[in-house]
């Protein structure tokens, strides 16, 4: 597809996940190539509880 570019290590997606912490809040980027594995990475992630955004 011409419309396709990469964004990291030939991954087409990007998520930055935003957690609060005791020290404020952390940000932790993902490049993943399909939509489906966000649901696995955030999972894998920090406390629901502590989703910002």
């Known amino acids: 597809m ?3 570019f990469t964004l990291h290590a030939e ?3 990007k998520a930055v996940i935003e957690y609060r ?3 404020g809040s952390t940000s932790v980027e993902y490049h993943f190539e399909d ?3 966000l649901h696995d990475l955030i999972e894998r992630g ?3 509880n502590f989703l910002v955004r």
């Open 46 to 48: 920090a406390d629901w």
């Open 35 to 37: 939509i489906s594995d």
């Open 2 to 4: 011409s419309n396709v």
């Open 21 to 23: 912490t005791d020290y």
């Open 11 to 13: 991954k087409r997606w």
